[in-house]
């Protein structure tokens, strides 16, 4: 197993192709109303998820409220092979971020306290067996959370303001590759074996701030900034399985000896602005860009340690206990369009699109970031059962453009640790929430 090729491997470990309605491996999955409406919010006051995209918008929010959510994203993702052959496809694996927040204050006081918990980054991939990059990736579990506490104040009845301190509380990953074990014989092979990474995330923090200003009852405007937070994974476990009988790791990958890693992925920052548009009492109509500071992404840096009984070396044979893998990342736009119609004052319902431009530059495309300039088409509901309580539901599909790479362009970057090849996904996210207004 060469050096690249684990690096690559480990390029997963915070990433996911199934990360739904953002480029690269961001989540935007933040609210049920919103999802609703192609992901639009950040000039919106709609409820307490205002939390998640323009904190400024919360003390604008009339009700004190509670809110959970949960979305079921299962990604479709097929690839062939630059050299041919059949047509490889994901299985199928259900995938269920959620979001909880609670707002609350005064009434009638200028200001409002919140909490918001979410999870940003979240996925399970696995390719079928067999396939051309099983010895780049066959399986990935990514699980994260954050918590965001915030505090929203309205200086005017027109402007408010608003900040939250974002905590990466909790992070899991496990990720899983083949690797060809080589008996003294390179003719015959024997294998393939398999190895494991598995790690947690350190705890780390950020900020979300906003500010929001409603001139009149006719239109309001937002803008917000999420800060970059490094996800920093240190002492993860290294682990063979499937191995020769009476062979070990140090015998049958001896250029390889690492038990332990730790890398560390930049979640990057995001600057948003929003637009909302009433025209009457019933529409609602808003309009949000976003930018994405993917460009901190540069390079995957690895450290290993560790002996698995290769003689005295520590991690790498040759004692370089050190590895950079190239990703080169391109910041990235993204346009939201959505709207909602008061029915009547029980039911809501939701249209929305959006477009997104790709993080991921042609020749850096990977298995486990098969990322490309993608559509987005949703729609939603909200039902009011009581006074209080009602049910908020959404539908969204992702469609991504299918994206090919030659082995010429991976060549021609130095990164040839990736596959060549033609990959298409697409994501189907359902989801369903309850509300609660006191």
């Not at 079921?72 to 047509?87: C, E, H, K, L, P």
């Not at 494991?196 to 906003?210: E, S, V």
Request: glycine fraction near 14%.
């Amino acid at each position: 197993m060469t050096v690249k090729t684990l690096l690559l491997a480990g390029g997963t470990l915070l990433v996911s192709a199934s990360a739904a309605s953002a480029s690269g491996f961001q989540v935007n999955l933040g609210g049920q109303k919103n999802i609703g409406m192609g992901g639009v919010g950040v000039g919106l006051s709609l409820d307490q998820a205002a939390m998640f995209y323009n904190p400024g918008a919360l003390a604008m929010v009339r009700e004190n409220g509670v809110q959970l959510g949960v979305n079921g994203a299962i990604a479709r993702v097929s690839f062939r092979s630059a050299d041919g052959g059949d047509q490889r496809m994901l299985d199928n694996k259900l995938v269920v971020p959620f979001n909880f927040y609670a707002g609350f204050g005064p009434k009638d006081a200028k200001y409002k306290f919140g909490v918001a918990v979410y999870t940003p980054y979240g996925s399970t991939l696995k390719y079928a067996d067999g396939w051309e990059g099983r010895y780049v990736l066959t399986e990935i579990t990514l699980q994260s959370l954050y918590v965001q506490p915030t505090f929203s104040y309205a200086i005017t009845p027109q402007l408010s303001v608003g900040a939250g301190l974002m905590i990466l509380a909790y992070g899991n990953v496990n990720l899983q590759k083949d690797v060809p074990f080589p008996t003294q014989d390179p003719q015959q092979p024997i294998g393939p074996g398999h190895i494991t990474l598995d790690g947690k995330a350190k705890t780390q923090f950020g900020y979300n701030a906003g500010v929001f200003f409603k001139p009149s009852d006719k239109m309001s405007v937002g803008v917000s900034y999420r800060s970059q937070i490094d996800a920093k994974v240190e002492n993860g476990d290294v682990t063979y399985s499937g191995l020769p009988a009476g062979a070990s790791a140090a015998l049958v990958n001896r250029s390889f000896t690492a038990t332990k890693f730790s890398a560390t992925l930049p979640l990057p920052a995001v600057a948003n602005i929003g637009v909302g548009i009433m025209p009457t009492d019933k529409l609602t109509i808003g309009l949000d860009a976003s930018l994405t500071f993917w460009s901190t992404y540069r390079t995957l840096d690895f450290g290993f340690s560790g002996n698995n009984g290769n003689g005295g070396t520590d991690g790498l044979v040759g004692g370089n206990n050190f590895s950079s893998s190239k990703r080169y990342y391109q910041d990235a736009l993204a346009f939201r369009l959505g709207g909602q119609y008061k029915v009547d004052d029980k039911l809501t319902v939701r249209l929305g699109t959006s477009y997104d431009f790709s993080a991921v530059k042609d020749g850096y495309v990977g298995p486990e970031t098969p990322d490309a300039n993608r559509v987005q088409g949703s729609a939603g509901l909200s039902y009011q059962v009581t006074e209080h309580l009602g049910v908020d539901a959404s539908f969204l599909f992702e469609a991504f453009m299918k994206r090919t790479q030659t082995q010429q362009d991976l060549l021609d970057n130095g990164t040839s640790d990736r596959v060549a090849g033609t990959y298409r996904t697409n994501i189907y996210v359902p989801g369903i929430g309850l509300h609660y207004k006191f």
